[in-house]
């Protein structure tokens, strides 16, 4: 995984590297690649670092993603919160129809008569994990799914209503999570090839799907809820029944019920440039400027767009607390 990370970002700075590249950044990722995966912690990290060095992004927002990746650890003393969590993803991923919708779209970009791969060496795990960067929702290697702990406890510390509708909000949010980066998983397997774009990857096997849509995560979740969900923006005009109608079925490993436009679902917005992690957009402004922009360049990922003005502002702010938080050495 320390090489893929190299090679990766070799790729993408190499020539940068010519000129400079902040010292922070490089500390932060040498820390990082020297531990080799060695813990569950390390696994995580590097897992993360695949994902963010894929891509080429502006250099100041490489080292903050950088230095915060090194803070990243991974839950290994469960709550019973956690479990329960634990407990939705894997009735999730197991799930009956969860199982054919994702091995259509294997065949969808394969062809019909393509042999699904299945692992059997190694069980699906769950992890969730605690990083400075609320908006990150998860990210997933070859057979685990990491999910961010953290981007639910600021939803949750969010919330002024009904407690019983956000543990069920709370839920289906998990459960889309679990959905978008099992999807990734299972095309991984099936390529055998845990550094693979699915932007890439469809966009070569020419699947009919709008340019948007084209990303293995996206598509899972458009093809059960006919478009990408923000559950917890969707608590006051969601139909209650269809939600623990959903629950229940994913629970009894029954058939999942359909939404309709009348559920009071609420789309998350997307951008087309975003692509490979998930990252949760919200025009909140509890949510810090630095979390809310250029997030673009990730791939996987759920969006940040904003407009062109708005975009300029946010960067500027980001700008401005990042280099304070360098210099100041508060990250």
Not at 170 to 194: F, S
Request: include cysteine.
């Amino acid at each position: 995984m320390a090489a893929v990370v190299i090679m990766n970002f070799s790729n993408h700075y190499g020539e940068k590297l010519k000129v400079s590249f902040p010292n922070k950044g490089f500390t932060a990722l040498a820390n990082i690649v020297q531990r080799n995966g060695s813990d569950i912690h390390s696994r995580a990290q590097l897992t993360l670092m695949i994902h963010i060095t894929k891509i080429q992004m502006q250099l100041w927002l490489a080292v903050l993603l950088f230095m915060k990746i090194e803070g990243l650890f991974v839950h290994t003393s469960l709550t019973q919160q956690l479990e329960e969590w634990t407990s939705i993803v894997l009735k999730t991923v197991n799930h009956p129809q969860i199982i054919k919708l994702i091995e259509d779209l294997i065949h969808e970009v394969f062809g019909p008569n393509t042999e699904i791969k299945t692992m059997t060496k190694y069980p699906m795990q769950v992890h969730f994990i605690s990083i400075d960067f609320p908006t990150l929702r998860g990210f997933s290697g070859i057979n685990e799914l990491f999910i961010n702990e953290n981007h639910f406890s600021a939803k949750i510390s969010e919330w002024k209503s009904n407690t019983r509708l956000l543990d069920s909000i709370t839920q289906m949010d998990l459960i889309t999570i679990a959905l978008h980066e099992y999807a990734h998983v299972r095309i991984r397997q099936q390529v055998d090839d845990m550094n693979m774009s699915t932007l890439n990857m469809l966009q070569q096997c020419q699947i009919d799907k709008p340019k948007c849509d084209q990303e293995f995560g996206r598509l899972a979740e458009i093809n059960l809820f006919k478009k990408q969900i923000n559950w917890f923006q969707s608590k006051e005009t969601i139909n209650t029944n269809y939600v623990e109608q959903f629950l229940t079925a994913i629970q009894n490993e029954t058939e999942l019920p359909v939404l309709t436009e009348n559920d009071g679902a609420i789309p998350r917005e997307s951008s087309c440039s975003l692509h490979r992690l998930n990252v949760y957009h919200s025009r909140s402004a509890s949510v810090e400027p630095q979390q809310q922009t250029n997030v673009t360049v990730m791939n996987d990922c759920e969006n940040l767009s904003e407009t062109s003005k708005e975009q300029q502002i946010l960067e500027k702010k980001s700008r401005q607390m990042f280099e304070a938080a360098v210099f100041q050495r508060t990250l």
